[in-house]
């Protein structure tokens, strides 16, 4: 089965401006959460999706949305950029309990995103 | 709310000798998740192992293995002869049992950087 795919891997933006990054979960998969990956605040959760729907939201202003198509693929958005976005976001796919044993997440190789 | 610690910011093992990664969490529920990831320098996350808190026995994979304490909330990772390819990050992770609300997000600790020593 092929992995968590992301893109674009690498992403420069400027502030002000919005971003949109896209994630295909593994297949059979039908769970996205999204993650925000700083030297300073370390991993940190932003939302998860599931059969289109937001389950799970972290603490993170409203200028991070998220949504899930049909084929369980996510994008997230984050609008008006700030300096303090530069960051890897990574993707993860996972089962839903009740579908299997392993509600496991698996990670994409991430979208390093630096705003200037 | 959880959280979890990973008390050592870096540990360095020579080649083939065995090392210990430490990970306390925090919480007050009695089902839950805990996960070892890898980050090499190539930024990909990758599962390394997973412990069911239900389950007494400690998880192994290969090379790697986990010392589960569950009234003490420890979870550390042992390596056993290790390769110049183990040097990474690595994130000890919680994750609450998923009820009605379905999956609950991870919980990160802050991370330990494995070097190896040839």
């Known amino acids: 089965k092929a992995g968590v795919t992301q893109t674009p891997r690498y992403l420069i933006k400027t502030r002000g401006q919005q971003v949109t990054l896209s994630c295909s979960p593994i297949?059979?998969?039908?769970?996205v959460s999204w993650y925000q990956q700083t030297p300073g605040q370390g991993l940190q959760f932003l939302f998860e999706?599931?059969?289109?729907?937001?389950?799970n939201k972290g603490n993170f202003p409203g200028r991070f949305s998220g949504r899930q198509f049909s084929n369980s693929r996510s994008e997230m958005n984050v609008s008006t950029l700030e300096l303090g976005d530069s960051a890897l976001y990574l993707c993860?796919?996972?089962?839903?309990?009740?579908?299997?044993?392993?509600?496991?997440?698996?990670f994409g190789p991430g979208t390093r995103l630096l705003v200037l | 709310a959880q959280t979890v610690t990973q008390s050592q910011p870096e540990m360095s093992v020579q080649e083939a000798e065995t090392v210990t990664l430490s990970c306390t969490y925090d919480?007050?529920?009695?089902?839950?998740?805990l996960f070892w990831y890898k980050q090499p320098p190539s930024r990909q996350m990758i599962l390394v192992i997973r412990?069911?808190?239900?389950?007494?026995q400690n998880a192994t994979e290969n090379r790697f293995s986990v010392n589960f304490q569950k009234a003490a909330k420890s979870f550390s990772l042992k390596i056993s002869d290790s390769q110049l390819g183990d040097a990474a990050m690595y994130f000890c992770?919680?994750?609450?049992?998923?009820?009605?609300?379905?999956?609950?997000?991870?919980?990160f600790g802050k991370g330990t950087r494995l070097s190896v020593i040839a």
């Open positions: 999706y599931f059969s289109e729907t937001q389950r």
């Open positions: 919480t007050s529920e009695s089902d839950y998740y």
């Open positions: 412990q069911e808190a239900y389950k007494q």
């Open positions: 993860a796919s996972s089962l839903l309990p009740g579908q299997g044993a392993d509600e496991t997440q698996y």
């Open positions: 297949s059979g998969h039908r769970s």
């Open positions: 992770a919680y994750r609450s049992a998923p009820f009605n609300s379905g999956n609950t997000p991870l919980v």
